[in-house]
C-alpha cells in the first residue's frame, strides 16, 4: 500500500514539474572515490587496519531547470580512511535540497550551506579534507527586494555524521542577516570611488538544559543553564580606490559549554583587515582577537562538529608538507593576533627582475593568548562563574605561533621556473593541548624547479629542509628532508617519487618515507595512484585541523565531472 502511494505522488509531482515546465532541464554532477590499502608498521606507528581496504566515496547530483534547482549527495564511507572518525561509518544520502527563485527571492528547503559576513556569528559549510560537514537541514530565504539590499535568513539543525537531524537533541539554530551597499542603493554613489557596505547579523541556538551541579567549596550549586542562546555581529567593508578596510564585531551571550569549563562569560570577537593595492605592488594587515567565543548547537559538543560559526585563522596556509609540519588551530577560548603580507613585482629589464621580472612575497604572523586574571575570590576558569577577566588591548604571555615567511618566484627563462621560500616558525603545543610540551623552533628551506621540455612534457624538482633543535619525541623529532622528482608527459599523465627522511632523530629511527605516485587527467577525469609511507602530523585548513595517522600501502584517488 505505501508503495502505491508513493508511486501516486511521485506520478502526481512529474505532472506538476511537466505543467510548470520543470522536465527538461539540465543534470550535472561529480563524484569521487578514495581507497586506502595500509598495512602494520611499527617503526612509523601505522596500526593494523583489520578490514584491509578502507575507502571515502561520494557523488553529487543536481538538476537546474530555470528558476528551479534540486539535487542530492550519496556517500559512504566502507570503512572510513585513516584519520576520519568512525563515526561516519556507513553509507546513504546525508544531504538533499530543492531551490525555487522567483523576483527577489530565493527558497532553499532541505539541507545548504552558508554564511554570514565573516561567519564569526554563522557559518555553515563543508571541508572533505578535514572530514567536517556542518550541513544546516530546513529552510534558508534569501530576498533582494532592492538593488545593493539583502536580506538572508535561516532556520534549522546542523548535521551530526549520520544521526537522524529530527531525532537528535542537538539545538535548534535560527539566524537573520542583512547587508546595505550604499552605492548601489542611492544611485548618485553609483560610479564614485569610495565604496561602502554595511552588514549585521544575528543568530540563536536554542537547546533544551541539561542538569548540571558546580562544586564550590563543600557545596554543590545546580546550574542555571541558558537554553536560548544570542551572537550577534556588524561589519563594515570600505574601498577607495587602492585602499580597502573591512571589519566586523561579533558579540555572543552567557553560553556555559564543555569547551570552555562551563563558565558564565559573555564571548566577543574582532576581525580587522587593511589593504593597499597598485600595479606591481600590494600590502595587507589583519588582525583579530577571540574571547570565548566557542559556539556550538549542542554544548556538550567538544570536537570539530556542530560549530555554529566559524573563526579564520590568520596564519599563512601552506602547501608544501615540510612548511606545514607544525600548522597553528585557532584556540576559540582566546587568542589575539596579526598578518602583515607585502607583495612586490620587481620590474623586467633590471638587474634583479632580469627578463621577466621576480616575485617577491613577505609574510609575517604572529598569535599570543589573550589576558586572564582570575575573578576575586574565585580560581581561575572555575566552572559556574565568569571564568575570568581580561584587558581587551593586553596581550597574553603565552606566544602560540609566530611565522616570517619570505617567497621568491622567478622565471628564468621561457622553459624554466623557480619558486624559493623560507620559512622561521615557532610553535607551541598548547594549542592542541600539550602545555607540556616546550616550544619548538624551525628553520624551513624549498627550493621547487620546473622545467619545461615541450609543450607536453615537464619535469619537476622539489628540496625541502627542515632544521630544528627541538628533538622530544612526539611533536619535534629533529631534522628533515624531502626530496621530489615529478614527470609530466603526453598532457595527461605523471610519474613522482619522494622520500621524506627523518635523519635529525635522536630518539628513534631515522626513518625514510619513500612514496612513488602515477596518475592521469583526461577531461574532467583524473586518476591517481600512490604507495609509500605516511608520516603521522596534522592537517589544518583555516585554523581547523584533525590528526592523520602514519600509514604504509596503496591510496587511489578517482575523480570526474559531468
Known amino acids: 500500500m505505501k508503495k502505491i502511494i508513493f508511486a501516486l505522488i511521485a506520478i502526481g509531482f512529474a505532472c ?19 581507497m586506502q590499502l595500509s598495512r602494520e608498521d611499527s617503526i612509523i606507528g601505522a596500526e593494523k587496519v583489520n578490514e584491509k581496504l578502507l575507502s571515502n566515496a561520494f557523488a553529487n547530483i543536481n538538476y537546474n531547470a530555470g528558476d528551479f534547482s534540486a539535487g542530492f549527495r550519496f556517500e559512504s564511507y566502507l570503512n572510513p580512511i585513516l584519520g576520519f572518525d568512525s563515526q561516519y561509518k556507513g553509507a546513504g544520502i546525508p544531504y538533499r535540497w530543492a531551490s525555487y527563485k522567483k523576483d527577489y527571492m530565493e527558497i532553499t528547503v532541505g539541507n545548504y550551506y552558508e554564511q554570514f559576513g565573516n561567519g564569526l556569528v554563522f557559518r555553515s559549510y563543508e571541508e572533505r579534507n578535514l572530514g567536517l560537514d556542518n550541513a544546516m537541514d530546513g529552510v534558508k530565504v534569501v530576498a533582494k527586494p532592492l538593488s545593493g539590499l539583502t536580506f538572508k535568513g535561516v532556520i534549522g539543525k546542523q548535521r551530526y555524521y549520520w544521526e537522524e537531524i529530527w531525532k537528535t537533541d542537538n539545538g535548534l539554530v535560527r539566524g537573520l542577516d542583512a547587508e546595505f551597499s550604499f552605492n548601489e542603493l542611492i544611485p548618485c554613489l553609483g560610479n ?17 538544559a541539561e542538569t548540571k551541579f558546580v562544586p564550590i567549596g563543600e557545596h554543590y550549586y545546580k546550574m542555571q543553564i541558558p537554553e536560548n542562546i544570542g551572537a550577534g555581529a556588524v561589519r563594515l567593508d570600505l574601498s577607495h580606490k587602492a585602499f580597502n578596510l573591512s571589519a566586523e564585531y561579533a558579540r555572543k551571550s552567557q553560553d556555559p559549554n564543555a569547551v570552555n569549563g562551563y563558565i558564565y562569560r559573555n564571548g566577543e570577537a574582532l576581525l580587522v583587515k587593511a589593504g593597499y593595492s597598485i600595479k606591481g605592488f600590494a600590502v595587507s594587515l589583519e588582525a583579530k582577537r577571540i574571547d570565548n567565543m566557542s559556539f556550538k548547537s549542542k554544548r556538550s559538543e567538544t570536537g570539530n562538529m556542530l560549530n555554529v560559526n566559524y573563526l579564520p585563522a590568520i596564519t599563512r596556509q601552506h602547501a608544501y608538507s615540510l612548511m606545514a609540519m607544525y600548522p597553528y588551530a585557532t584556540q576559540v577560548n582566546g587568542e589575539m593576533g596579526l598578518q602583515a603580507d607585502v607583495m612586490y613585482k620587481i620590474k623586467k629589464n633590471t638587474f634583479l627582475g632580469g627578463k621577466y621580472g621576480t616575485d617577491v612575497k613577505l609574510n609575517y604572523s604572529r598569535v599570543h593568548s589573550i589576558d586572564r586574571q582570575p575573578i576575586e575570590g574565585y580560581e581561575l576558569d572555575q566552572m559556574g562563574t565568569e571564568g575570568y577577566t581580561s584587558n581587551f588591548f593586553k596581550v597574553g604571555e603565552d606566544l602560540y605561533f609566530e611565522e616570517v615567511n619570505v617567497e621568491i618566484n622567478k622565471k628564468i627563462n621561457k622553459d624554466l621556473k623557480l619558486n624559493l621560500m623560507y620559512s622561521y616558525q615557532s610553535f607551541n603545543p598548547i594549542a592542541f593541548g600539550h602545555p607540556e610540551e616546550p616550544m619548538v623552533y624551525a628553520n624551513i628551506f624549498v627550493a621547487d624547479a620546473t622545467y619545461k621540455i615541450n609543450k607536453r612534457n615537464s619535469l619537476r624538482g622539489e628540496v625541502q629542509w627542515l632544521l630544528t633543535e627541538q628533538n622530544y619525541g612526539e611533536w619535534a623529532k629533529g631534522d628533515w628532508l624531502q626530496l621530489t622528482a615529478e614527470y609530466n ?31 592521469s587527467t583526461y577531461n574532467t577525469t583524473r586518476v591517481a595512484l600512490s604507495y609509500g609511507k605516511q608520516r603521522d602530523g596534522i592537517i589544518c585548513i583555516g585554523g581547523v585541523c584533525r590528526e592523520v595517522p602514519a600509514s604504509n600501502g596503496l591510496f587511489v584517488t578517482i575523480s570526474s565531472s559531468f
Open 16 to 34: 506538476s514539474m511537466q505543467a510548470q515546465g520543470i522536465l527538461g532541464g539540465k543534470v550535472s554532477g561529480n563524484f569521487q572515490i578514495d
Open 192 to 208: 564614485k570611488p569610495t565604496r561602502i557596505t554595511l552588514g549585521g547579523s544575528f543568530v540563536s541556538v536554542y537547546e533544551k
Open 489 to 519: 608527459f603526453a598532457g595527461k599523465w605523471f610519474f613522482a617519487l619522494s622520500d621524506q627522511w627523518n635523519y635529525g632523530n635522536e630518539n628513534g629511527e631515522k626513518v625514510h618515507y619513500y612514496n612513488v605516485s602515477f596518475g
